[in-house]
């Protein structure tokens, strides 16, 4: 069950609902297994589609947004999306979907409990003209990466020696990217303020609203109730895949939910387990392998 806590500060700071399912670990690839030929297609099914549509006066015919959600069968087993680039997409109109601003998307966050089996990427065109009926074709590449190639995952057993700073960690620094674990002793005074950067990503530098940010501070500390760890993740490059929690055994016990760019949050199942350590998986080019897909003759809401 999803709790309450987690709705509220998903809606604080978003307006919307998202959450990533919590899924036990499953065993790393065996070494050795190849990536599917580059020209290999993959398996991609439509799971839902809806618009949203922008008028005004001055431009009756400006369109709006298309959203268009896959479901994916990799190729290779245990693969993990990385992203989703479009190349095409019309409808029967004949109109060109492909918004030239953003063509690349990363794969969705999920609700249902099936989360470890699903891949999901929500793409977003342009909507097309009223009379269009069907979505001809839509062509891209999906670019993943081969957990059995990919750079090891960095640990951090001294994540909580400073509150609310960023930590010093070689592996990280390597990769250009800072971690910061906040915790409810600083939180007022250290924690809100990298809380506060986070958010600037989104809404642009100095430009929070206090609202939102406001909005965004209560339920995180209701979080601290439930055990909860949170992040500040500074990450310029993009490389951050994942980052989750590891108990006493080094087992993982908690989910990871990337609330809004640069701040990350584990919720342990069991309150009762004590955080040890955070595994931070990075992308690594040397990994990554690409395949191409197409669906075609989708009908329009």
Not at 45 to 51: A, H, L, N, P, S
Not at 282 to 288: L, N, P, Y
Not at 289 to 297: A, G, W
């Amino acid at each position: 069950m999803i709790s309450s806590a987690r709705v509220a500060l998903a809606t604080a700071i978003t307006g919307s609902v998202f959450f990533v399912a919590q899924a036990e670990e499953k065993p790393a690839p065996e070494a050795g297994k190849s990536v599917p030929a580059a020209d290999t297609p993959i398996e991609a099914t439509v799971e839902r589609i809806y618009e949203t549509r922008r008028w005004s006066e001055a431009r009756p015919e400006s369109g709006g947004d298309l959203s268009v959600a896959l479901r994916l069968t990799p190729s290779l087993p245990d693969a993990q999306l990385l992203r989703m680039r479009v190349t095409s997409a019309s409808d029967d109109q004949g109109h060109d979907l492909v918004d030239p601003k953003r063509t690349e998307f990363e794969p969705d966050e999920l609700i249902t409990p099936e989360a470890e089996d699903v891949i999901q990427c929500t793409l977003r065109l342009k909507a097309g003209a009223r009379k269009a009926t069907h979505l001809t074709e839509v062509t891209g590449e999906a670019i993943f990466q081969n957990p059995a190639s990919a750079k090891a995952p960095i640990e951090i057993t001294d994540f909580a020696k400073s509150p609310g700073e960023f930590l010093e960690n070689a592996a990280l620094e390597e990769l250009g990217v800072s971690l910061a674990y906040l915790d409810e002793a600083t939180f007022d005074e250290k924690g809100s303020k990298l809380v506060l950067e986070a958010m600037s990503i989104r809404f642009g530098k100095n430009t929070v609203p206090p609202d939102q940010f406001e909005g965004a501070a209560a339920p995180m500390k209701m979080l601290f109730q439930m055990g909860a760890t949170l992040l500040v993740v500074r990450d310029p490059d993009d490389r951050v895949i994942k980052i989750e929690g590891l108990d006493e055994k080094g087992e993982p016990f908690t989910a990871s939910q990337n609330m809004i760019q640069g701040l990350w949050q584990l919720i342990p199942r069991n309150k009762e387990k004590v955080l040890t350590a955070i595994r931070v998986q990075v992308a690594s080019k040397d990994a990554e392998f690409s395949q191409p897909f197409t669906v075609k003759d989708v009908p329009l809401p």
